[in-house]
């Protein structure tokens, strides 16, 4: 019988088009629950997408504090979240929450 070889499975080899990253970052916002180091990892898991060295540049950070930054083991300051976000041609929107009252 032959093995069957697996890999870890990489979010960031399947977000190609833009639309594509805005549709996982939207997710994973829904998902959080107010925990902004997630939020701060699906942004890593976009930039590695786009190429980590463009984004940091893009963003006006290191590539190192870039990781940092994006590792999901911090929350990042809004400040570099919207720098992020721009380097990434995302962008930040905010929608009136529809009310459950009778």
Do not use: N, W
Not at 53 to 74: C, D, F, I, N, T
């Amino acid at each position: 019988m032959s093995r069957v070889k697996t890999t870890p499975y990489d979010v960031a080899d399947h977000l190609r088009a833009p639309e594509e990253m805005a549709a996982y970052l939207e997710a994973c916002i829904e998902e959080a629950d107010g925990d902004a180091a997630f939020i701060a990892k699906a942004l890593g898991d976009i930039a590695r997408a786009k190429g980590m060295s463009y984004v940091a540049r893009e963003a006006g950070l290191s590539r190192e504090s870039l990781y940092k930054a994006l590792s999901g083991q911090r929350s990042p300051s809004f400040e570099t979240i919207l720098k992020v976000l721009k380097a990434l041609d995302l962008e930040l929107r905010v929608e009136a929450k529809t009310s459950h009252a009778a």
